[in-house]
C-alpha cells in the first residue's frame, strides 16, 4: 500500500505549489488513472509517489516506510524488485536488443537467467515474440512501446507506474497497451498507476483521481 | 555493467577503434622510443662504467709561480730576470703507497691499477702521430677495465711486465700504417724514441681511444717517462659504480692529489641522457595527453546522448555507481586493450629497429645494428600509462553520470 500524506512540491522555493497539501491512499491491486488538464499536477504526483522525485514537503510511505528516510540500497532494491517504470517516450536502450532490454532489470537483480522465460513470455503476451533479437531501431513506436511495458513487467512488480503510456501511439496501440495493464493488474494484482490526457483511457482503469492545480477534486471507484 | 559497456562501445565502432588508435599508437611510440633510446643509453654507460675506472687518483698538475721558488725572501734587491712559469715537470702521485694502503683496505674496491699516463709521438716512417701511451700492469688492468673484451688481436696480457710490447687501438695502427708484429717508434718528446713491438690491437668503438691509445707495461711507460718507479695516475674500479659519490668526497678531504669519480668524467654525457629521458617523455605524455582528450570528450558527448537511459536505468534500480561504471569501464576497456596492442605493436617496431643496420660506433651492436633495449619496465611502465591517461580521461565524464538525478532528466525531457 502507498500512503501519500499532505504532499506540496514546488519546483523553486517561492514558486507556487504544484501539488498542494495532497494526501491520497493506493491500494494493493489497484488500477488507478489520473487525469487532469496539462499542468494540473497528475505527473508530478506520479513521480512523487513512485519514488522518482524525492524532493517534498509531506511523506509517501511504502506500507511502513517512508521514502525520504529509507536507506538508499533499501529504495534501489525497492525499485529494481517492486516497481515498473513506462514513460510516454520508450526509452529504449539502442544499443541493445528488444529481449536484452527487458531484461536488463533482472540483469541488475542478477536473475538474468531465471527470468529468461519469463521474458519469453511477456514478448509473446505483447505480441513481439518474434522479433525478440531486433534492436529499438528495428520496431515501430508501439512495438517499442510495449517492449517497455514488458521490461516494467519482467521482474513481476508489485506496484507499475506509467506516464502517458498511450501519448505517443495511435488509438489501436493505445488499446493494446491499456489491455495489457487490465490483463496485469487482473492477472498479477499488480497495482497500477497511469497518467492519461485522454478520458478514454482514463475509463479503463478502476479508480479514476482527477487533479486541479496540485488537488485531488474527484476519486471515484468504477 | 561491463556487458553494457561493451555494447556502448561496440555500437560506436568508428568512434572507439580512433580513440583506440590513439592509445596504441601512444603506447607502441613509448615503447619503440624508449628501447630505442635506452638501448643507446645502456650501451653508452655500459662503456662509461667499464671502459675506464670508476674512480681516478691522477697528479695534480701545478703551475710554477715565482713565490714557489723564492729562496731570498728576505732580499728585496734579488729579482727574477724570467719567472718561472708554465707547468710543474713530471706530475706524479707523491704517496702511492700511501693510496696502495688505503684502496687494500678497502672491502668496496674490486681491483686497482697503477698507471703511468703519457702524451707520446708515434712514429712509423715518415708518418708521426701524437697520442697517448697508458702504461700498467696488464693482470691489473684487466681487473679494472673490461679492455680484454676488446681485443682484435693478441691478448692484453701479451705486453707482459716489459720488453717494450704495446697493444694499439685498430684506428691509431691503421693512421699509422702499421700492422701487427711490426715495431714502431714512440718518443715522449724528451728523448730519443724507443722502439716498440705491436703485440695486440683493439678496438672500443669509441674513436678518440681507439685513434690515439696504446697499453703498454708500467715499466716501459715509466722508462719512457724517463721517470723511473713514478706513477701519474691509479684506476679504481668498485663494487656499486652509482655510489662513487661520497667515497670521492671522503678521499678528497685532506688529499693532494686529483680525484675524479667515472660520473664526473662523463658529465656531459650523463647530461645528455637526463635530456633525452626528458624529450622522451615530454613526447609520450603528448601522444598519450591527446588520445585521453579523446576519451574524455568522447565520453563526455556519450553521458550528455544517454541521458534517456540513465534515467530510465536509475528507475529501474541501478545506483549511481552502476552508471558510474557504466562509463568507467569503456575508459577503462580501451586503456587495457589499447595498452596491450600498443605493446604489441612497440616490440614489432622495436624489433625492426634492431635490423636497422648502421655505422659502426658506440650505438652500435657488434654486427653494426641498432641496439635497442627490450628492459620490461619499460613495457610495464608503457601500459600504466596507457591504462592512467585511460581512467583518468573516463573518471571526470563517468562521476558527472553518476551525479545525474532520474527526476531532473525525465522533467527536462531527457
Known sequence: MIRALHLTKRFSPTGPAVIDDLSVEIFDGNFISLVGRSGSGKSTLLYLISSLDRKYEGEVFYDQSEITHMPMQELHNLRNRQMGFVFQFHYLINELTALENILLPARKAGLLKEKESTAHELLKTVGLDEKAHRLPNQLSGGEQQRVAIARALIMQPKYLFADEPTGNLDTHNGDAVMNLFARFNQDHKTTIVYVTHDREFAKRASRQIELVDGKIVSDEAH | ?414
Open chain 2, 1 to 414: 555493467m561491463m556487458f553494457l559497456s561493451l555494447r556502448h562501445l561496440s555500437s560506436r565502432k568508428k568512434q572507439s577503434a580512433l580513440i583506440l588508435l590513439g592509445i596504441v599508437i601512444g603506447t607502441a611510440a613509448y615503447v619503440a622510443i624508449s628501447g630505442m633510446m635506452l638501448g643507446f643509453q645502456d650501451k653508452l654507460m655500459d662503456q662509461l662504467v667499464n671502459n675506464d675506472a670508476h674512480i681516478r687518483i691522477s697528479a695534480r698538475e701545478d703551475i710554477l709561480t715565482a713565490e714557489q721558488l723564492d729562496s731570498f725572501e728576505n732580499a728585496k734587491h734579488v729579482f727574477w730576470y724570467t719567472p718561472p712559469s708554465g707547468r710543474k715537470d713530471s706530475a706524479k702521485i707523491d704517496y702511492p703507497i700511501g693510496w696502495f694502503n688505503r684502496l687494500n683496505a678497502d672491502p668496496e674496491i674490486v681491483a686497482y691499477s697503477p698507471q703511468v699516463n703519457l702524451n707520446v709521438i708515434f712514429n712509423r716512417g715518415k708518418v708521426s702521430l701524437a697520442g697517448r701511451m697508458i702504461g700498467s700492469d696488464p693482470h691489473r688492468q684487466m681487473r679494472v677495465t673490461n679492455i680484454q673484451s676488446y681485443m682484435l688481436s693478441g691478448k692484453f696480457t701479451d705486453v707482459g711486465s716489459s720488453g717494450n710490447r704495446l697493444i694499439i687501438g685498430k684506428a691509431l695502427m691503421n693512421k699509422i700504417g702499421a700492422s701487427l708484429s711490426e715495431t714502431i717508434l714512440i718518443s715522449s718528446g724528451k728523448n730519443t724514441p724507443t722502439p716498440f713491438k705491436i703485440v695486440g690491437v683493439f678496438e672500443t668503438g669509441i674513436k678518440q681511444i681507439d685513434e690515439t691509445t696504446v697499453f703498454s707495461a708500467l715499466s716501459d711507460a715509466q722508462n719512457l717517462r724517463g721517470a723511473p718507479s713514478e706513477i701519474t695516475d691509479i684506476a679504481i674500479k668498485v663494487y656499486h659504480p652509482f655510489e662513487v659519490d661520497q667515497k670521492v668526497q671522503n678521499w678528497r678531504m685532506g688529499a693532494r692529489d686529483k680525484i675524479v669519480s667515472w660520473q664526473e668524467a662523463s658529465a656531459s654525457i650523463l647530461s645528455v641522457f637526463k635530456t633525452q629521458d626528458i624529450v622522451r617523455n615530454s613526447m609520450t605524455i603528448s601522444i598519450i595527453v591527446v588520445a585521453g582528450f579523446g576519451i574524455y570528450n568522447i565520453l563526455s558527448i556519450l553521458v550528455t546522448q544517454k541521458r534517456r537511459d540513465i534515467a530510465i536505468m536509475r528507475s529501474m534500480g541501478f545506483t549511481p555507481k552502476d552508471i558510474m561504471l557504466l562509463f568507467f569501464n569503456q575508459g577503462l576497456l580501451l586503456g587495457v586493450l589499447g595498452g596491450f596492442i600498443g605493446l604489441a605493436l612497440g616490440y614489432l617496431l622495436c624489433l625492426l629497429i634492431g635490423n636497422i643496420e648502421v655505422e659502426a660506433g658506440r650505438a652500435t651492436s657488434s654486427s653494426n645494428r641498432m641496439i635497442v633495449s627490450y628492459d620490461y619496465l619499460i613495457y610495464v611502465k608503457a601500459w600504466f600509462i596507457a591504462l592512467f591517461s585511460s581512467v583518468a580521461s573516463a573518471l571526470w565524464p563517468s562521476r558527472q553520470a553518476a551525479k545525474l538525478e532520474p527526476m531532473d532528466i525525465i522533467r527536462e525531457g531527457g
